[in-house]
């Protein structure tokens, strides 16, 4: 009988991150846009933002949300509120007629990849995470 529960536990996650979700879509934005290389940081955040929720739930971050829901309804609202902001960025970014994102050097007041740090306070507020954590 374990076995049957590590084998679903493992399909779960791997279900869970190979699926599409605000990580996966932010990661082929930012790879098409910046390319391979400027994109790491990105990943690097995910993992470290990833392991950050994962050790705050399984260490009392989930019990701090049971004893107060209205916490989780303000997170799920903010992280809403956040995914339709940043779909609204990747819909009407800059695109050459052949569909590709146009390459061009980039000012300080330009788009720019996220820093890892972003992404790992990202995971904070991303939906798919907090399900993929609580569950």
Do not use: C
């Amino acid at each position: 009988m374990e076995w049957a529960f590590f084998t679903s536990v493992a399909v779960f996650a791997f279900v869970t991150s190979v699926t599409p979700g605000p990580n996966n879509i932010m990661l082929l934005a930012s790879g098409a846009q910046f390319g391979f290389f400027k994109t790491v940081p990105h990943m690097v955040g995910i993992l470290v933002g990833m392991a950050t929720l994962l050790i705050s739930v399984l260490t009392g971050l989930g019990l701090v949300f049971n004893a107060f829901p209205v916490l989780y309804e303000v997170l799920k609202w903010f992280g809403v509120l956040y995914l339709l902001w940043l779909s609204w960025k990747i819909t009407f970014a800059s695109v050459s007629e052949g569909n590709e994102i146009e390459t061009r050097e980039f000012t300080d007041d330009q788009a720019k990849p996220f820093r890892w740090w972003q992404a790992a306070l990202f995971q904070f507020v991303n939906p798919k995470a907090w399900m993929m954590s609580v569950g």
